[in-house]
């Protein structure tokens, strides 16, 4: 593991559309390893909204800046909440920017604290 340097910032909030409930966030990292100078940065958007106490949508989009190449991610997810459990199981997709037929699917576990 080499010596590196990071600077990030992030931003969020919460909003309401009639009696439910969604969240935005930003985050923003910018990389620097000590040793080579390589430089890195990365922007990473979400934006979430709870349809029922049982399900929830969410769009995400990845954007980073490594070795003069810029890369990009567009993944929507479905979030499901089972009946009296403190996590929720997550079902989508990530899609990159430059090459839409290298999507893959992506199942993930959000816990609850």
Known sequence: MLPHVKLG???GRSFQIGQNYGWMGVDSALYWD???????????GTLGYNFS????GMLQVYLARIDQQTYGTF???ILIK????????QIGTE???????STSIKLGLWREF
Do not use: M
Not at 35 to 43: D, H, P, Q, V, Y
């Open 82 to 89: 089972p009946k009296n459990r403190n996590f929720r199981i």
């Open 34 to 44: 000590v040793t080579s100078g390589r430089r890195a940065a990365k922007l990473d």
């Open 53 to 56: 106490q049982v399900t929830s």
């Open 95 to 101: 899609t990159p920017f430059d090459n839409l037929s």
């Open 9 to 11: 910032l992030s931003w």
């Open 75 to 77: 993944a929507p997810s």
